[in-house]
Every structure is written in structure tokens, then in C-alpha cells.
């Protein structure tokens, strides 16, 4: 019995011991061999490469991907498209548990900066070449004179409308605040919903935010508050965007509900699409919105850019925009000089003539003249812009993009004063941004 | 008074003996137990532990955290939208036990009532249980839709203006939370379903005999016989409801203006957005120490409500 007893002990200890070994081995493996697709597997080094878009834009990653295995036929691209709301996370945590892909998808901004600090992204400067793209684009993924990260792709805000509304109420596009106030009231009598709102996701919001700082004291003011560089996020040009904001939401401008109705799941562009309202200030991807789930709706469709404001210092050629994807490589790479190539590949004319021409987008490539005559009235915007202002949520650390959002929100939902929200930004940019 | 002695020592003998038996089964037990026992501690215990270390460190998640000792949770003391959330998770609570529990009861009950086609309705009642979270939540956004929503339309029917439902942060509570109720009362009625099978027929007829009418045989004979039940279920709402999380996201997203926060969404957005997992850690930390206290104390009520005598 001893015995027996002894021989089971011997095999739960070994079985134990094999347990911890064989968990703590395979996990170093998977590692190992990770890395080792990263280097060489079968003799062709591999790049993996994430992104998030479907559809045509996978498309022309797709053959871009295809060209440059041509040049190095030595080379296998994996590619992997992660759902956009999953894609954040993904990316953080692939980063934090030294695993990244070689090449990857970001916004710019803040979000990019984040790793940046961390010392996660290759500093591609001397690869960039500057003639090539979009200056203000390129700025959002350039941080202390470096760059790292290549813009393929950016977009704008506009205020999109129903010209059939419009005239039907004898209405012209408004210039000015007080214009588009007069507008809202004519629309609120005849009982259409002036201004189509989907703040739930928040963004959607912000813009206004933004476009009346903007028009208020100009665009240096974000750029002040920022940089810390006298001013704050309490200025008075603050409080007083968040005043006209609530000034129009008392005028019944926007749809009953805006904070709760989510920008992704469609109502929002449904009252557009149907009649119900008649603007909404969103980025010009609603273009590709629109051609995909309402194609008879664009012959109605048009748009104009944010009304200025009486006494601001900012004007109509200040533009809101962002950009995306913007392309990095990880400093992790194995492959890194590959991974650059890959890059530019994906930044190259050709991709970038491809995806305006394709997805009805404005690129991060200089002079890329879209074929399609709606997305080239967008292009002579930018063409004219002085100043592209990239979101703040984008622009800003994480945390106080997120306390931004949120103020702005309540801001729209009455729910706190335009200078209480001003307070909590600056306290919390006190805190965070030194 | 000597055989009394005499079985006295075979008594202890025998339990000596046994003890000694029952120790070299300690190694054949253990081994049964250890495939479960490392599962547990490499997934469980070893989370709990290396979470509450996270939770002393101001750490991004990549970079090598500073250890700042119970800061964290000092932040978290004087934290409003901490407090909010905590209230938030306190609301789902009661409503999961005080509307959900008994809702399910007396879904259970009308399914043994005598009523033409109830088979169908206990398929119908089930259903929303078997749906995924996502789906519930987008459903429900889209009938909860401030203009064309079903909701409002139907209410419109009854001279109701249109209700701003997930917009304003009062009635988004209480909006998710009617969801939440929807999506779960079925799985309780299907433990009450299964208890009140097992009460055992007898006694109604014992009952009837006695001259005990309908509401008299639900206090006296299915309610006790039901309690180890209702136990149980509790523990399950209970720590169900603050760990709360996927409806809420999907729906509202903590929001408008951290209405509907909750310790859950929280959490997710230090740890994920704004990249505090220190910060992050702590409040999962609290979530569990909470559901630990809650659930220990249902134990200890229920343990002396046995004692009491009561089935």
C-alpha cells in the first residue's frame, strides 16, 4: 500500500512539474515563435500588418500588399483586418506584451504619441520623404520634429444638407451664426428637425466644440492650450463655444435625444435619408454613407463648411479634419527596412490615386486630384484650407480626450455650464499635461 | 462500567485506524482534485492576487509602473464618478433581486398553472435568455429610439409624448435596467421551474386535505420548499449585477454625462482608453472585495437561517 501510495505521490509531483514546465514552455515558444514568423520561417521573412478597414479599402491595401511582394518576392505580408471598436485594445495590449505587428493602422495624435512615448514606434524621418505628403496631415503622426507614422488617408468636417429642404423653403447655405439660426427657426416652424445629432458615441459633438473655438479665437487656441503656452483650456473662447452650443440646443436645432442615439447604428443619417431632418456636421466619409444605403439620396445631398461667428478671429478657410490610417512600424520589428518599404508602398500615388478615386476620400498624398466631383469640391476645400485642426480626442492624451468628450456631452445635455466643463478640462490638463 | 471502557478504546482504535486511512487518501483525493485545483489557482486565485499588486502601482500598461503604495485607492475614496457608479451598481442590484427574482417566481408559477397553450409561453419566456448581449443591447437602442422608436410610438397611442429614453441620465438607468430584467427573469424561472418540480406532490395533497387554499399552500409549502433556491439565485443576481457590464456598454456607454456608469464600464475605460491600469486594477479590486463581503454574508444568513430549523 506504501508503495503505491509513494508511486502516486511521485506521479502527481511529476505530473505538477510537468504542468508548470509545460506551461512556461509553451508560452516562451509561442513567443519564439512569433518572432520567429518575424524573422524567417520556411525561408521567407515575414511582415505581419493590421489594419481595420473592410470592404474596398481592404481592397487597395490588398494590392498595394501584392505590389510590393512582387519587388520582394522574398517577403510574405500577413495581413489582418481587427473590427474597428476592438482594434484600440488589441493594439495596447499587443504592444505591452511585446508582440506587435511590424506595420499598423493608427489615427496620428495623442493615441500614437501615447506609444511613441513609450518607445514602441520606429522613428521614420529619415524615410520620410516631405515633398510627398499633405504638410498639415503629415504634422498629426510628426512629434518633436520626427515623424512616425505616413498618412494615407484624412478627411474633413463639413455641414451636410438637404437641398431639396432648402429650397423648398427658400433657404441659402449659411456664412454666418446668425444665419444658420434664422434657418434653424424657419425649420423648426415647418417641423423639420433642423440639425440630424447622434452624441451617444460623443464625436459627433465634439465637432461643434472644436468649429466654434475655432471660429471664436482661431485655431491658435487649441494649439496654446496644448502646448501650455499661456493659454488654457478655460479661456474664455471655451465657455463661449460651449454657450453658443447650448444657445442652439435650446433652440430646438438639433433631433430630441441626440445624447442617446448612437452615430454607428444608423438613425441619425435615417432622418437625413428620409426628410425628417435637414443638416448635420459630420466627416465627409457620410458621402460614402450615403452611396452605399441611400444612392438616391445624393442628388439631394450637399454641403457647407462651418458658419462663422460674429467678432471671431477665425474664418471659413480653418477647417476641422483628421486623419487615418496613418501607417507605423513598430520598433520591435524584425524586419524593420522591410517594414519601411512596406510603408511606403502603402502611402505610394498609386494607392493613394486608388483610394480617392475608389472610396470617395480625400488622401494624405500630395496633389491627389480626385476623378469623383463630389470628393474634388471636398479636395478644393483642403486646397484652400490655412488650418486643418485634427480632433482633440485624437490630439490630446487619452485621458483628457475622454474627460473632453464627456464634458462636451454634458455640455449638449444641459447637464453642466460651458464653464464649469472648462474648469474640469483645465484642472485636468493641469494634472496631465505638463 | 468495563465494557462501557473496552468499546470505548475500540471506538478510538477504530477512529485512529480510520484517520490513518483517511490520510492515505489524502493522496489519492489530491490528485483527483489537482487537474481542477491548478485550474483554479492559475486562473482565479492568481488574477485576484497579481491584481490587487497591479492596483499599488501607477503603471500605463506597458512601461514599468511606479509603486505608489494605496494611492490608488485613496484617489478612488475622493473619486465622484467612482461613487456614481457605485450607486449605478447598487441600483442594478436591487432590481436584479427585488424585480428580477420574483418576476422569474412568478413566471415559474404561472407555467403550472392550469392555462390552454402555456407550454408555448414557457418556449416564449425563454427566449430572450438565449439571445446574445450585443444583439439585446443594438435591439433594444433601436426600439428605445428617441423619434421613430417602437417604444414611443407606442406610447404616442396613448397620448405620452415621445421620451428621450437613453438620452437623459435618469431615465437611461432605468431604460438598461428594464432590459436587463427582460434578458435575465427567464433564467430564473427556469431554477424555479426545476425546484418547484421537485416539491414533491404529497404535501399539496396534504394541504388539501387540511383545507388550505391556493395562496395558504404558496406561503407554507412552495415558498419554504423554494428558499434554498431563492438563496442561491440571489448570490448569482447579486454578484451577476456588479460585475455588470456588456448591456450597459453596448446601450449607452456609461453615459450621457456617466448616468449609467458602472464599476464594470469603468474600470474598462481607465484600463483601456485612458491606459491607467493601476488605476483600473484598484477598481476591479474593490468590484471583487464587494461581491466577496456580499456573497459571504448571504452565506452567513443563510447558515442560521438553517439552524433555525428551516428547510
Known amino acids: 500500500m506504501k508503495k503505491v501510495v509513494s508511486i502516486l505521490s511521485l506521479c502527481v509531483v511529476l505530473l505538477l512539474a510537468a504542468c508548470g514546465v509545460n506551461g512556461g514552455s509553451s508560452s516562451s515558444e509561442s513567443a519564439s515563435g512569433q518572432s520567429g514568423s518575424g524573422s524567417e520561417s520556411e525561408g521567407k521573412k515575414v511582415l505581419e500588418f493590421w489594419h481595420i478597414d473592410p470592404g474596398e479599402k481592404e481592397k487597395i491595401y490588398k494590392e498595394a500588399v501584392d505590389r510590393f511582394e512582387k519587388k520582394h518576392p522574398d517577403v510574405e505580408v500577413k495581413m489582418l483586418r481587427i473590427p474597428n471598436d476592438a482594434y484600440k485594445q488589441k493594439l495596447a495590449v499587443a504592444m505591452s506584451g511585446g ?336 | 462500567m468495563e465494557t462501557q471502557l473496552a468499546r470505548a478504546k475500540t471506538v478510538s482504535k477504530s477512529t485512529s485506524k480510520l484517520s490513518s486511512k483517511t490520510l492515505k487518501n489524502v493522496l489519492t483525493i489530491s490528485l483527483f482534485i489537482a487537474p481542477a485545483l491548478i485550474v483554479y489557482i492559475v486562473y482565479v486565485l492568481y488574477p485576484i492576487v497579481s491584481t490587487f499588486i497591479y492596483s499599488l502601482y501607477d503603471w500605463d500598461g506597458s512601461s514599468a509602473g511606479t509603486f505608489v503604495g494605496l494611492h490608488n485607492y485613496l484617489n478612488l475614496l475622493g473619486d465622484s464618478i467612482f461613487w456614481t457608479s457605485l450607486t449605478n451598481n447598487t441600483w442594478v442590484v436591487l432590481t436584479s433581486v427585488f424585480v428580477q427574482i420574483p418576476l422569474g417566481l412568478i413566471m415559474a408559477l404561472m407555467l403550472f398553472a392550469p392555462i390552454k397553450g402555456i407550454r408555448f409561453f414557457s418556449s416564449v419566456y425563454f427566449f430572450p435568455f438565449l439571445m446574445s448581449t450585443v444583439a439585446i443591447g443594438l435591439l433594444w437602442v433601436f426600439m428605445y429610439d428617441p423619434i421613430n422608436g417602437v417604444i414611443n410610438k407606442f406610447i404616442n397611442l396613448f397620448g405620452f409624448e415621445n421620451i428621450a429614453w437613453l438620452s437623459e441620465a435618469n431615465t437611461a438607468l432605468i431604460a438598461v435596467l428594464i432590459v436587463v430584467v427582460w434578458q435575465f427573469a427567464p433564467f430564473y424561472m427556469i431554477l424555479f421551474k426545476a425546484a418547484i418540480v421537485g416539491i414533491p406532490e404529497e404535501l399539496y395533497e396534504a394541504a388539501n386535505i387540511d383545507g388550505a387554499n391556493a395562496l395558504r399552500k404558496f406561503f407554507h409549502i412552495t415558498l419554504p420548499l423554494l428558499m434554498p433556491t431563492i438563496v442561491s439565485s440571489s448570490i448569482l443576481a447579486i454578484v451577476g449585477s456588479l460585475k455588470a457590464f456588456d448591456i450597459f456598454y453596448v446601450m449607452t456607454g456609461g453615459g450621457p454625462n456617466h448616468g449609467t456608469e458602472l464599476l464594470g464600464t469603468y474600470m474598462f475605460k481607465q484600463a483601456f482608453i485612458n491606459f491607467n491600469m493601476g488605476y483600473a486594477s484598484a477598481i476591479a479590486f474593490v468590484m471583487f472585495f464587494i461581491a466577496l463581503v456580499v456573497t459571504i454574508l448571504i452565506l452567513i444568513m443563510d447558515f442560521y437561517r438553517k439552524k433555525k430549523g428551516a428547510y
Do not use: C
Open chain 1, 99 to 434: 508582440n506587435p505587428p511590424d506595420v499598423f493602422h493608427s489615427w496620428g495624435g495623442g493615441w500614437l504619441k501615447h506609444f511613441v512615448e513609450q518607445d514602441k514606434v520606429l522613428d521614420i524621418t529619415q524615410n520620410t520623404d516631405f515633398e510627398h505628403f499633405n504638410k498639415l496631415a503629415l504634422n498629426n503622426s510628426t512629434f518633436n520634429d520626427k515623424v512616425y507614422g505616413l498618412p494615407l488617408s484624412m478627411t474633413i468636417d463639413v455641414v451636410f444638407y438637404n437641398k431639396e429642404i432648402f429650397e423648398k423653403y427658400g433657404l441659402q447655405p449659411p456664412k454666418t451664426y446668425e444665419e444658420w439660426l434664422t434657418i434653424i427657426d424657419t425649420l423648426n416652424e415647418n417641423d423639420v428637425i433642423p440639425i440630424a445629432l447622434t452624441n451617444a458615441t460623443k464625436w459627433p459633438g465634439a465637432y461643434y466644440l472644436m468649429n466654434f473655438a475655432s471660429r471664436i479665437e482661431g485655431p491658435e487656441l487649441f494649439d496654446s492650450a496644448y502646448n501650455r503656452k499661456g493659454r488654457g483650456f478655460d479661456d474664455e473662447g471655451y465657455v463661449k463655444a460651449g454657450e453658443y452650443i447650448q444657445e442652439m440646443v435650446e433652440r430646438d436645432a438639433f433631433n430630441p435625444g441626440f445624447n442617446g442615439v448612437p452615430y454607428d447604428e444608423g438613425q441619425g443619417r435615417q432622418l437625413i435619408y428620409t426628410g425628417q431632418a435637414a443638416m448635420m456636421d459630420m466627416s465627409i466619409s457620410f458621402l460614402n454613407n450615403v452611396r452605399q444605403e441611400a444612392p438616391e439620396f445624393e442628388e439631394k445631398l450637399d454641403f457647407f463648411v462651418f458658419p462663422t461667428v460674429e467678432g471671431g478671429k477665425g474664418d471659413q478657410t480653418q477647417i476641422g479634419g483628421a486623419t487615418g490610417p496613418v501607417w507605423s512600424v513598430s520598433k520591435d520589428s524584425k524586419n524593420s527596412d522591410l517594414a519601411v518599404e512596406l510603408l511606403k508602398e502603402l502611402t505610394s500615388t498609386e494607392t493613394a490615386q486608388n483610394y480617392t478615386d475608389r472610396t470617395g476620400s480625400l488622401t494624405g498624398v500630395k496633389d491627389i486630384v480626385p476623378e469623383d466631383p463630389f470628393t474634388k469640391r471636398f479636395y478644393d476645400v483642403v486646397q484652400n484650407a490655412t488650418h486643418i485642426q485634427m480632433p482633440y480626442d485624437q490630439t490630446l492624451p487619452p485621458e483628457i480626450a475622454e474627460l473632453h468628450k464627456d464634458t462636451t456631452q454634458a455640455i449638449f445635455g444641459l447637464d453642466m455650464t460651458p464653464q464649469e466643463a472648462a474648469e474640469k478640462m483645465e484642472a485636468k490638463a493641469k494634472e496631465v499635461l505638463k
